[in-house]
């Protein structure tokens, strides 16, 4: 089946840092990959679709100078948050889908908590 | 998007088998239903999906009624371990891209 990986899956950093979280699909090529938030005991909130060749979309509320995406290959998109602050700690999931099997779900990573301290 | 309603929480016994219930009264004709798991700190996992009558895999099984506007998992003779949240997600293949739109999703715990 498809596989997402997520890396690092833990980083605790200083406030003003700038992190970068890696989403890579193994098996498959993805156009389109996905980042969500998650708050403590909270759903999963989708913050942008990430485009390989374009730019990323974001939803409503998410700021894209804060959380910059790039999608340069069909295997990869980074999240970098930038100038973390400690209300940007949470935890951080990509998701992709095989387009190549047309009913295929979407797969998620393993997640990467980020801690801002 | 169709919106969907779970249960907030359910509790079992290991062993039982467990049926979690998702309404999607607004489901588009071509949205498939996918159920994910969730455990703290990680990832959702692929459970199973559908688009009508019923569905089986190695761990679950799907029914979807022929208006789809619900749809159940169940779970056989549950263990400790299937203590997790659960979530349904409507979603279509076709077209665009769609990020999907988690809903609060049901909470199951098991007891020993």
């Known amino acids: 089946g498809a596989v997402v990986s997520q890396h690092p899956s833990r980083v605790i950093c200083k406030s003003g840092t700038s992190v970068k979280i890696e989403c890579r699909s193994l098996?498959?090529?993805?156009?389109?990959m996905f980042w969500y938030r998650q708050f403590p005991k909270q759903s999963l909130m989708l913050m942008a679709t990430?485009?390989?060749?374009?730019?990323?979309?974001?939803e409503q509320g998410v700021e894209k100078d804060k959380f910059l995406i790039n999608h340069a290959s069909l295997t990869l998109s980074t999240l970098t948050v930038t100038s973390a602050h400690p209300e940007d700690s949470s935890f951080y999931i990509c998701s992709a889908r095989d387009w190549a099997q047309g009913d295929q779900p979407q797969h998620f990573g393993d997640g990467t908590r980020l801690s801002i301290l | 998007l169709a919106k969907t309603t779970q249960p907030i929480s359910m509790d079992s016994y290991e062993g039982q088998e467990v049926n979690i219930t998702c309404s999607h009264n607004n489901i588009a004709t071509n949205d498939y239903i996918t159920w994910y798991q969730q455990f703290p700190s990680q990832g959702p996992r692929f459970i199973i999906q559908g688009y009508k009558t019923k569905v089986t895999n190695e761990v679950a099984s799907l029914f979807i009624p022929a208006d789809r506007k619900s749809s159940t998992l169940s779970l056989p003779r549950v263990s400790l371990s299937d203590t997790a949240v659960y979530y349904c997600l409507p979603w279509g293949s076709g077209g665009g891209a769609d990020g999907l739109t988690f809903g609060k999703g049901t909470h199951l715990i098991i007891q020993p």
């Open positions: 098996d498959f090529q993805a156009t389109t």
């Open positions: 990430s485009n390989e060749g374009s730019k990323a979309t974001y």
